[in-house]
């Protein structure tokens, strides 16, 4: 299942959600395929203690050791700095970036920062995180070296309503729906990938690759618990009904570890297992890419007045 995978000795990842679910299933396989260390971003240290305990049991301690939790909540985004910072200090290297993390098919809700917090989760904290980590990125693509991100999308990119134009923060705002508030987040993620290919890989970092994936319908808490927030009856059908199609956590991470470890293009949509798919006519609009970003670039910089956050990777280029 992870054939192309390579031998990871030596190189550092960091994963976002990395304790359950389809990060589950990516940090299990990073630290199978021999990587130096996993910084796992996770809100619980319970899901984490459980992960390492699993991974212990599965590919001994010294894999579990290899493992270092950092609590992160992707809505705070000061916090998500931080966390970059943290791991800037820690570390010299950086060959991955998953941003898997994120909030699944579930009600509207605005975060402290007054903003939808599907947007915040799903994609404005990535952004955060992936601009304070791409200097550290580069550095190690500079010695020759691939470095590659990830962003976990979806097919449900193509809830989003078409009269999506991604121009104000009150538009973010409006309460469209639930399948629609999570397919226009996974929209933002598979943008900012095309975003940043034009922006970094095409602009002097060839060695810098950013994809999105579509991991299939896969088995995890989002599926199986969260879906009856939205859908008190209804998401009986997807927890029970539809439960023996899915797919098992590793999976659900084939898809983004092919974009994780192994492809040498950038600015794709990636399908499971492995193929390029072009999303909707949405998904292909670099004037909506380039409308998101200066949006997010503006959004997050009114939020976080001085926070000093790198303009690369937001919406503006240093």
Not at 109 to 127: F, K
Request: proline share 4%.
């Amino acid at each position: 299942m992870f054939d192309q995978v390579p031998d990871l000795t030596g190189k550092v990842a960091v994963v976002t959600g990395g304790s359950e679910g389809i990060g589950y299933g990516c940090t299990h396989t990073l630290l199978e395929h021999n990587i130096g260390k996993v910084y796992v971003l996770s809100i619980s240290e319970d899901a984490v203690k459980g992960a390492k305990e699993a991974i212990a049991k599965e590919l001994g301690q010294a894999a579990a050791d290899r493992t270092q939790w950092i609590q992160c909540d992707l809505s705070d985004w000061k916090r998500v700095k931080e966390v970059a910072e943290e791991i800037t200090k820690d570390s010299d290297r950086l060959d991955i970036l998953i941003n898997n993390a994120g909030r699944g098919i579930m009600t509207y809700q605005l975060t402290e920062y007054g903003v939808d917090r599907h947007m915040a989760v799903n994609h404005i904290g990535p952004v955060v995180l992936t601009s304070c980590l791409l200097p550290l990125m580069k550095r190690t693509a500079e010695e020759g070296d691939f470095v590659r991100i990830s962003n976990q999308a979806s097919n449900v990119h193509q809830a989003t309503p078409n009269d999506t134009e991604f121009e104000s923060l009150e538009e973010l705002n409006r309460d469209i729906g639930p399948n629609a508030q999570y397919g226009r987040s996974k929209l933002a993620a598979i943008l900012y990938a095309r975003y940043l290919a034009r922006k970094v890989t095409n602009a002097g970092h060839p060695n810098v690759l950013i994809n999105a994936t579509h991991p299939g319908f896969v088995s995890t808490k989002m599926s199986k618990e969260d879906i009856f927030e939205p859908f008190p009856l209804g998401g009986y059908a997807m927890a029970v009904g539809i439960e023996p199609f899915k797919k098992d956590q590793f999976q659900g991470a084939v898809s983004t570890m092919f974009a994780a470890t192994y492809t040498r293009e950038s600015g794709q949509y990636i399908c499971p297992p492995a193929v390029p798919e072009p999303g909707n006519k949405q998904a292909q609009d670099d004037a909506l890419a380039d409308r998101l970003m200066d949006l997010t670039w503006k959004v997050v910089m009114d939020k976080m007045k001085n926070e000093g956050i790198e303009q690369e990777g937001l919406g503006r280029q240093a």
